[in-house]
């Protein structure tokens, strides 16, 4: 029979001491900002829709959309599209075979989230 005794086995690392590298963090973020980028896509449509629809539902829609929680979903929406970008420009010069460094990869991230925070700000601005 296997011995049970968990005191003599070392324990794995918790999740709160365990540190997520900045490059794995960015992996995880190009994933949800795509997926988030798909469902500001529908509701894209669905405005759309609503406009072509007639107007009591465009009111609708608008008043959905304008509303402070349509401008918490746009701003993230905003947020997404340019960290999704600027990622996404990372993922291309990483198909060239360059910028697999530990420190060029870690100076990318930090070009591309400061990038991303700066065209986030622009966008506000002139929007």
Known sequence: MADVNPGNRPLSPHLQVYRW??????????????????????????????????????ETASAVLTSWFGDIVLFLSVCALWLHFANGVRHLIWDTGSHFGLKTSKRSAYIGIGFAVVMVIVTIIVG
């Open 21 to 58: 590298p900045l490059n794995m963090a960015l992996s995880i973020l190009h994933r949800i900002t795509g997926t988030a980028m798909g469902v500001t896509g529908v509701l894209i449509v669905w405005y759309f829709l609503a406009l072509a629809t007639g107007p009591d539902y465009f």
